[in-house]
């Protein structure tokens, strides 16, 4: 089907970027390339803080606040602690790059999610070993039962995929995960009006 010569010419002013959309665009290429290297290892946070600093003599200290917001976006509380701490380096070092930074205001929120983190993890190990000795009561008590009968019964291996498939098991995750994450999101969300 072939359009009409209005309908291309609507297509095509709906389509064309403006010049500001355009160096929009390019800033936030150029950011995600330096995020990414970092991210993959290739640089380590001076070789972060020196590219963002060659953005910001083309697209001015805004792209600093890009690359640290975009930073934001990507820490969970499941990531490894490896991952973590790569982060927050690069966001502290990126912070470095403005005037009048808010270097320890953020250092402090970021110590609030490594408690935060700490203490997710401890909770959620604490309600996987009482789920466990309940789970293994259970098995250990159908195993015994099925032993008498002359089956054998490998109760270990089936302690873990007991839990995981528990539904006190999901419930609790389900409950805990959204209680961490709003916390997360609150300490983000200070940080990001620091920046």
């Known amino acids: ?18 010049t500001t959309e355009q160096q929009k665009l390019q800033q936030e290429k ?31 200290a805004e792209a600093v606040k890009q690359a640290q ?13 490896e991952d973590f701490e790569k ?7 990126l912070e470095s790059l403005k005037k009048n930074g808010k270097h320890s205001a953020i250092e402090l929120l970021l110590g609030s999610i490594v ?3 700490r203490r997710y993890n401890e909770v959620k190990q604490q309600a996987y070993e009482q789920l466990r000795g309940q789970v293994e009561a259970q098995l250990n008590a159908a195993g015994e ?18 839990i995981k498939g528990s539904p006190e098991w999901r419930d609790f995750m389900t409950r805990h995960d959204a209680a961490g994450q709003k ?9 990001k009006a620091l920046l």
């Open 1 to 18: 089907m072939e359009l009409s010569p209005i309908a291309r010419e609507r297509l095509a002013r709906i389509g064309a970027l403006t």
């Open 30 to 60: 150029e950011v995600e390339t330096a995020l990414s290297a970092y991210y993959l290892g290739a640089i380590d946070a001076e070789g972060l803080w020196q590219q963002v600093k060659a953005l910001t003599a083309t697209h001015g």
């Open 69 to 81: 917001v975009r930073m934001l976006q990507t820490f969970r509380l499941q990531m490894a602690d």
């Open 87 to 93: 982060r927050k380096s690069g966001l502290l070092a």
């Open 115 to 117: 408690s935060l983190r």
């Open 145 to 162: 039962q099925a032993r008498r009968k002359g089956m054998l019964v490998d109760t270990a291996s089936a302690v873990d995929a007991g």
């Open 183 to 191: 916390t997360l999101d609150d300490y983000l969300a200070r940080i």
